[in-house]
């Protein structure tokens, strides 16, 4: 069942442009929406690059984010965070054995429903749909309140419609909201 209130759902043709995908968005979401993993415990150096990572990815420049998140990883190579974030990075270039890797790891250091929310979603971009429907049950179950973990069962459920419509090539399910949001 999908906890977000939609108004609409349209299939949308698969060469249609799309920016940024949806399952990265979510990322974005739980990246800017949500305090975690402090910041301000880093090392100065480590702490500023992630701001550039941050910044860059918010602008789209996936390939100077990547590097930057990298470049935390190496001056703070248990900050869960920072693995987390290269994660979506990753899953937006389709580097989607790589984002499985940094959200394993971002989970392995820290469990945490965020982490566990990151690599749901990146098991929905390796075709592991039920594993991801479980790590997703086990987090709203936990934090029925967390809107990205909401919006990635919308996900994982558009992708169930999808195979059952036959829609062959990516294509996709656009969630449109609804009048009273999530709830």
């Known amino acids: 069942r999908c906890e977000i209130e939609v108004a609409a759902v349209l299939v949308v043709s698969p060469d249609r442009h799309r920016e940024r995908p949806m399952s990265a968005l979510i990322l974005l979401l739980a990246a800017t929406a949500f305090a ?14 992630f701001g550039v990572a941050e910044a860059a990815w918010s602008k789209g420049e996936l390939e100077a984010a990547d590097a930057a998140f990298g ?14 974030r290269r994660c ?37 971009h390796d075709e592991r749909p039920k594993e991801a ?23 994982w459920a558009s992708q169930v419609v999808i195979r059952r419509l036959g829609v062959e090539d990516g294509g996709h399910l656009l969630l449109v909201p609804g009048a009273h949001g999530a709830h």
Do not use: S, W
Not at 36 to 49: C, G, K, W
Not at 101 to 120: I, M, P, Q, S
């Open 36 to 49: 975690d993993t402090p910041v301000d415990t880093l090392p100065e150096p480590a702490r500023e690059q």
């Open 133 to 155: 429907r479980e790590l997703i049950d086990e987090v709203l179950a936990d934090q029925p309140e967390y809107l990205p973990a909401q919006v990635a069962r919308c996900v």
């Open 88 to 124: 979506g990075v990753r899953l937006e270039l389709a580097r989607v054995d790589e984002a499985l890797t940094d959200c394993e790891k971002a989970v392995t250091l820290v469990g945490g429903f965020e982490n566990h929310t990151a690599l749901a979603i990146a098991m929905l």
């Open 71 to 84: 470049e935390v990883i190496e001056a703070a190579p248990t900050f869960d965070r920072a693995y987390r």
